[in-house]
């Protein structure tokens, strides 16, 4: 049974990003309705082009581990997820706060938007928060 589900993250680093890319990407490939909601620096890594990078000795062999079994970065989840129709979106209050803008983010972010809109969205989704 499909549904719609949220995946709230805020820490852009190896492990939080590869739980919600492999989960949401899961999702989106079995139906539902899926969107990232990133903030702090989940949006200043996605911002850099890092999102998912290993920041620690732990995540760097995480990281290599992973990619030694052959499985998919982050980064290649999230652009993977969105193909699916999954949405990247962020409130437009903390895009400001992170001293970002939707158009520093264009092409990666589907859309800003306020809190109140995230909140509806949230309304009836699963909610995921890493």
Known sequence: MAGR?????SSGTFEPAFQAASMGITAAAMGDEVYFVLAFDAL??????????????????ESAR??????????KMLAEARQMGAKVIACDTTLRICGLSAADLAGRLD???GLASIWRLAEGARTVSL
Do not use: H, K, Q, Y
């Open 5 to 9: 589900v949220l995946f709230f993250l």
């Open 44 to 61: 200043r890594a996605l911002s850099r082009d890092s999102f998912g990078a290993p920041r620690s000795e732990r995540e760097m062999a």
């Open 111 to 113: 859309e800003a938007m």
């Open 66 to 75: 992973a990619e030694g079994l052959g499985v998919a970065n982050p980064a």
